[in-house]
């Protein structure tokens, strides 16, 4: 390499997240990410897993024992749900609605097991319904797999009676939170629900990287009693149990990705600080000022009311809009990301996140106010200059 | 949760980091994880991504277009390399010389291939004459996989040596330098290595957590050549490579852990920075320095002279010492961390790191005079209060 092309610190500009995640994160997590870091077996890092197993637990309402942080992005606590619950030859049921239903059924199958889909409109929440045929022609599927809040149509499906339904036919559960934990209900234990894995960068206020996950005493039981073992080293449940078990003797499996952790352990204290239930009214209230302003602005949801995520927000593009300039525009002269469709609704609609710290009324003004005034500016067909009143009206 | 037990922000201790990893990371690599959060899609982060390739292909002496960091700690990164590179029915060579190699027998297993095994002391190299022997039994081996610098004892095999030999079998390699790279010499491309992978929290500064690895023209031929789907979805390299290739058009596979590449590319600007080859020359400085206190005191080294990483020092424990109270006294009265030994070495060895930013020459005499003052007080057969002039001696 010669001088010439040496490479410089990375300084990021100072971003508004407001897609579909990663969010706004809070400050009080990124200095905890700079803080020294210790060694993974550091009785005080003992201490701090052990505080974060707690405070998990109380982000998913579950005393489950196995709750804890996989050392990886939301994608592999997907596959940790998968390859430790199935083994090969088992019949899974998946429901899809969206791009992360399709995710689940590449696991199942890459887990030698055969996926039967419940397929649901993009933008539609499961249908019960479908589930409960499915299952009634397929005596033999031992696990139900569904996305709870789907990050790329901002649908969010019923959890608890399809929870009841998979059981009443002898399924275990696999849950898809990513988008959900920390912004709209979760009661895992309530629901019954046997597996679930999140995300840290969505309503979590935290970085990207990390993949909270819970299993139920159910699905522990079924992972323990496995014929075959589980096709991932790294994600093996029973030897990262070793390592996150209770007790002071902690087996080593593999190095702790440490300040990513304190950065997860901030920001679950400022969700303990907030309250889950007062973090969930947030959620909606900022959402409710979102929706009066894109309403006024002409802008639709492609979700039903009554399954609409309050921090994913999927609306309609005006007739005629080049929707990739407008996001252009937001993102060089306000610093404001907002998202694209994903998949089926690529082009389609754009994706508002008002996810975690970035669900405040800040953002919802700005946002609007931005959007507002690229959309005017480029001629599209909205009503222009009353979206921010509109929120405004929603705050009082 | 009631409020009694409302858990506070973690504050760690500040600790000197000399055990195996993770170890010292630089002030600027802490600096950088606390940046503000932008989007895996934002143009910025693209650039980003392009400039951590060509930065890690200087760390790995590679022109290999397939080099980029797996987003989860150095365990997966050795994942990567099994699950796609080996399929079902494959026989694979794995050179075991200690836990490292033992943990590479696991991965074959779990991809429904045939390990064949190489055994070494621990503390010895791998003796490349078992290696030939043994691909001369098996023609039917695909693979060789070994340790370049087995964490778990401190010895360094003969990398280059061992890559021919393979060759001449018609193998291809996977190498672990999880301990090795930017520490001692990795010349990928000169010496051929086919595949490797590293962590970031031992020679490279950084925070725990990613894996950078490497792939040869060669290996991703057989990656997009195979006959069966990788097996994890999550490592697969066929999707990771649209995320991570060429030019501004990055298909979305997981949600990349933004703040920790910062961290990472901060860390490979500062070996940048201070040339690779001054890196190298440092890391084998404190190492003779810290010999030579070791050496005064009357502690000897488990691995043969030649075979040594300067990086890792397994040294033997003086009789009698109880070495779990030596290494708790460290910790608490001097917040200085120092390894344990591992599997068949556990309460035989102490291991000391002389890692990255911790290779430094206060750290040599900090670890010495510490060690010296606790084994002096727990009247321990040493030679006290020689070992930090001895150390001195050295940088003269």
């Known amino acids: 390499m010669t001088t010439s ?23 009080r997590v990124l200095n905890a990410m700079a803080r020294s870091t210790i060694g993974h077996l550091d009785p005080q890092f003992v201490a701090l897993m052990d505080e974060m197993k707690i405070l998990l637990q109380y982000a998913f309402k579950t005393k489950n024992e196995l709750t804890i942080p996989v050392s990886a992005p939301g994608s592999a606590g997907m596959e940790t749900a998968f390859v430790n619950l199935i083994e090969p030859g088992d019949t899974v049921v998946v429901c899809q609605n969206g791009v992360f239903g399709g995710r689940m059924k590449e696991n ?15 933008g539609m929440p499961v249908d ?20 709870h809040a789907e990050t790329s149509t901002g649908a969010q499906s019923d959890a608890e009676t399809l929870t009841r339904i998979a059981h009443e036919h002898g399924c275990l559960v696999i849950v898809d939170a990513v988008t959900s934990l920390g912004g709209t209900p979760i009661k895992l234990d309530e629901w019954g629900i046997d597996a679930i894995y999140s995300g840290t960068q969505k309503c979590l206020s935290c970085t990207p990287g990390l993949s909270p996950v819970s299993f139920s005493a159910a699905a522990v039981e079924r992972i323990k009693g496995r014929k075959t073992k589980v096709q991932s080293w790294f994600l093996d449940l029973n030897l990262v149990m070793g390592y996150w078990g ?14 990513a952790l304190y950065g997860l352990h901030e920001s679950l204290v400022l969700l303990q600080e907030e309250g889950l239930e007062n973090a969930w009214a947030r959620h909606q209230k900022n959402h409710l000022a979102l929706r009066a302003g894109f309403e006024a602005m002409g802008l639709s949801f492609i979700v039903p009311e009554a399954a609409r995520l ?13 929707e990739a300039a407008v996001r252009g525009r937001l993102l060089n002269d306000f610093n404001l990301e907002i998202g694209a469709g994903l998949g089926a609704l690529a082009g389609k609609v754009w ?6 710290h970035a669900s405040n009324a800040k953002n919802v003004m700005f946002c609007l106010g931005a959007l ?5 500016d480029m001629k599209a067909p909205i009503e222009s200059g009353v979206a921010v009143a509109a929120a405004q009206g929603v705050y009082g």
């Open 108 to 122: 199942v199958e890459r887990c030698g097991a055969t996926p039967i889909m419940v397929e649901d409109e993009w």
């Open 128 to 147: 019960p319904n479908k589930l409960e045929e499915t299952l009634k022609a397929h005596p033999e599927a031992t696990t139900v797999a569904f996305v």
């Open 351 to 356: 994706r508002i996140g008002l996810m975690g």
């Open 246 to 259: 209770a007790g002071a003797k902690r087996a080593y499996h593999h190095t702790a990705p440490v300040n």
């Open 5 to 27: 092309s040496k490479i410089s610190t990375f300084i990021p500009p100072v971003r508004t997240l407001m897609g579909p995640g990663p969010s706004d994160v809070h400050p």
């Open 310 to 322: 309050p921090q994913l927000n999927a609306v309609t593009i005006p007739d005629g809009v080049d």
């Open 372 to 376: 507002d005034s690229v959309l005017t």
